[in-house]
């Protein structure tokens, strides 16, 4: 059983930064891919953002360039590093585990096991 509590969002302008912290519980969290979701209202949980169990980074288009996603392993935490934020990355962000797989980078929100709460990003314009 993996718990995961985010934290890290808030309002910040158009082309401002957040760093989006995932803090997990349990044991062996190193043998986890990790994701990050996002959801408007209305709207399907989509996928963001994937880091691999072995550290392979993998992300959505749109934020190819913009967002980094990093884990810290001796910490139990995975971070999701946004800049150049646009409004139309407002969302619930939430962060999800995978158990092990094969597919070491799973990015579809039915692979994974365990999300946690989420946090909201506002960005205005």
């Known amino acids: 059983q993996v718990q995961l509590v985010e934290s890290g969002g808030g309002l910040v302008q158009a082309g401002g930064s957040l760093r989006l912290s995932c803090a997990a519980s349990?044991?062996?969290?190193?043998?986890?891919?990790m994701g990050w979701f996002r959801q408007t209202p209305g709207k399907e949980r989509r996928f963001v953002a994937g880091?691999?169990?072995?550290?392979?980074?993998y992300y959505t288009d749109s934020v190819k360039g913009r967002f980094t996603i990093s884990r810290d392993n001796a910490k139990n935490t995975l971070y999701l590093q946004m800049n150049s934020l646009k409004p139309e990355d407002t969302a619930e962000y939430y962060c999800?585990?995978?158990?092990?797989?094969?597919?070491?980078?799973?990015?579809?929100?039915?692979?994974?096991?365990?999300w946690g709460q989420g946090t909201q990003v506002t960005v205005s314009s």
């Open positions: 999800a585990a995978s158990r092990p797989s094969s597919n070491y980078y799973p990015n579809d929100r039915n692979e994974y096991d365990y």
């Open positions: 349990g044991r062996s969290f190193s043998r986890y891919a």
């Open positions: 880091i691999s169990w072995i550290g392979g980074t």
